[in-house]
């Protein structure tokens, strides 16, 4: 079935850097990509919408200029967590549905998950 | 998406069918019905989807009431390996994001 790829699977930082979390299909092509983040014992909240070749469409309350995103190929999203804090720390999911297929057959696939942890 | 309500926990014995509801009973003519699950610490897998009729699959069933204001998943033989959070969600296949609930966090025992 259908791959999508996220790294790094864990990572940890200091307070105030910044974080690159990317998400790739490995065998599909995506011209849309989701990003969700899950606090512990809490349900997957989405974040943003990354849209290849053009800006992504954030949630309410989400910051667009904290949460960096890229979605500069069909196979390829990024997520930057910049000037990270500990509150931002979590667990950051993205998900991806082929493009090529019909929206009422394709289900959306989802990455393994990124932990986060700001120290 | 419609609201969907099921129930936060379940118990299920291994080898044992795990029946887990979902109710949605304001779900609109064009919305499918998706079932995913959350194995602790990783993304989620989809299961099964359906609009009107039952469904089966290798992973599970899904049976849809006539008037699609409930449904449940069915595990037919669960195992220890089934235990993770099970989410129902109502969705019209708009190609927008997947909104998850709290969904049932199903716990199969030995």
């Known amino acids: 079935g259908a791959v999508v790829s996220q790294h790094p699977s864990r990572v940890i930082c200091k307070s105030g850097t910044s974080v690159k979390i990317e998400c790739r299909s490995l065998?599909?092509?995506?011209?849309?990509m989701f990003w969700y983040r899950q606090f512990p014992k809490q349900s997957l909240m989405l974040m943003a919408t990354s849209n290849e070749g053009s800006k992504a469409t954030y949630e309410q309350g989400v910051e667009k200029d904290k949460f960096l995103i890229n979605h500069a190929s069909l196979t390829l999203s990024t997520l930057t967590v910049t000037s990270a804090h500990p509150e931002d720390s979590s667990f950051y999911i993205c998900?991806?549905?082929?493009?090529?297929?019909?929206?009422?057959?394709?289900?959306?696939?989802f990455g393994e998950g990124s932990r986060l942890t700001v120290l | 998406d419609a609201k969907t309500t099921q129930p936060p926990s379940m118990d299920c014995a291994e080898g044992r069918a795990a029946n887990l509801p979902c109710n949605h009973s304001t779900i609109s003519g064009n919305e499918y019905v998706y079932w995913y699950r959350q194995i602790h610490s990783q993304g989620p897998q989809y299961i099964i989807h359906?609009?009107?009729n039952n469904e089966t699959n290798e992973m599970a069933s899904l049976i849809i009431t006539e008037d699609r204001k409930s449904s449940t998943l069915i595990l037919p033989h669960a195992t220890l390996r089934d235990t993770a959070v099970y989410y129902c969600?109502?969705?019209?296949?708009?190609?927008?994001?997947?909104?998850f609930g709290k969904g049932t966090s199903l716990l199969v025992t030995p």
């Open positions: 969600i109502a969705h019209s296949n708009s190609g927008y994001a997947l909104n």
């Open positions: 998900s991806a549905r082929d493009s090529k297929k019909d929206t009422n057959t394709g289900e959306l696939f």
């Open positions: 065998d599909f092509q995506a011209t849309t």
């Open positions: 359906g609009l009107k």
